[in-house]
């Protein structure tokens, strides 16, 4: 068995738009890093975050639930001292906490010789999403450890199966550097709905998993609607109906909102689309005179993986 290791696990948009709380993504190049360390010390001690001030008492840290749910299924004295560093700011849209949960099981699964499957470590990253958030949802855990694109048929008992992704899918995302905290992007939320929506709403989940396994990128893109979330959660993000609107001029598949927001997210066919779209955000935002941070990606076939470096101290912001 190691004595330590250090991962990389990156950021996801969940939701999809019409898959509240049961789709989600994995996004290449921006994400966490985590070192982990076994010692004979029972429990989870984290030693140092940089990139943001974050708790280091594990029980209120996100990362420290997570290997602490683990640990605790794992029933036998083993401990962790665990460092992080931030590439994703919480309050982002980009599943900044599930990148650290996921980190944390993913690391710490394979520091124990790996006796847990990968639906199991959903379920333990799980419990980082219910502290973050004050709901267990797997939309982000599951792309950030699996990869790729996931569905979340039931998250109790847990089912996750991953989607096929075509090849030419590029995600663009806009980050605004605003806080929006899920917490409370979740307490906006109607708890009941009217039939019709439900109907159209599941219209478009079957037809966005059926446009992505068939590689029918106007059924994708026809898909990509939210009738229940969007109308009241993009209340909340400035600018988000120009930026739409901008988007889908500059060719975009669809847009919407990254996970519980603020980051919005368009998916494109092709790079040079996705480039054109992101210009489009980029000039239709600046004038707006809030700062945001602009993300092009493929989808990512690969979740929290093994890495040789952590970021410096110098990458502290
Ligand atoms: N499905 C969750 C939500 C994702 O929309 O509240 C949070 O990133």
């Not at 709380?21 to 921006?30: H, I, K, S, T």
């Not at 109906?241 to 909102?257: K, M, S, V």
Request: net charge negative.
């Amino acid at each position: 068995m190691k004595d330590s290791i250090t991962v990389f696990a990156p950021a996801t948009i969940a939701n999809l738009s019409c898959g509240f709380d049961v789709l989600g993504l994995a996004l290449d190049g921006v994400g966490d890093y985590l070192k982990l360390e076994r010692n004979d010390t029972p429990g989870v001690l984290i030693r140092r975050i940089t990139g943001m001030d974050l708790p280091l008492e594990a029980s209120r840290n996100v990362a420290g639930v997570a290997a602490l749910a683990l640990l605790e299924a794992y029933g036998r004295p083993v401990g962790v001292t665990l460092e992080l560093h931030k590439g994703i700011k919480a309050g982002s849209g980009i599943g900044s906490s599930a990148a650290s949960a996921a980190g944390a099981v993913w690391g710490l699964n394979a520091l124990l010789g790996e006796p847990f499957s990968e639906t199991e470590l959903v379920g333990f990253a799980m419990a980082g999403e219910q502290l973050a958030s004050g709901a267990a949802h797997a939309d982000n855990v599951a792309p950030a450890l699996m990869g790729g694109i996931t569905l979340v048929r039931s998250a109790n008992p847990l089912d996750v199966a991953r989607v096929h992704c075509p090849p030419e899918l590029q995600a663009c995302v806009l980050h605004p550097q605003v806080e929006l905290k899920t917490s409370d992007a979740r307490k906006v939320l109607k708890t009941h709905i009217p039939l019709s929506q439900g109907i159209r709403q599941w219209g478009n989940v079957g037809g966005l998993i059926t446009g992505l396994f068939t590689e029918d990128y106007g059924l994708i893109s026809r898909s990509l609607e939210d009738v229940i979330i969007e109308p009241v959660r993009s209340l909340l993000i400035p600018g988000f109906d120009a930026l739409r609107q901008a988007a889908l001029d500059a060719g975009a598949l669809g847009f919407g909102i990254s996970g519980s927001g603020p980051s919005v997210y368009a998916l494109c066919r092709g790079t040079d689309k996705a480039a054109a779209v992101g210009k489009a955000l980029e000039a239709t935002y600046t004038p707006m005179g809030i700062p945001f941070d602009l993300h092009l990606s493929p989808v990512s076939p690969r979740g929290v993986r093994q890495v040789e470096t952590y970021p410096s101290p110098q990458s502290d912001t």
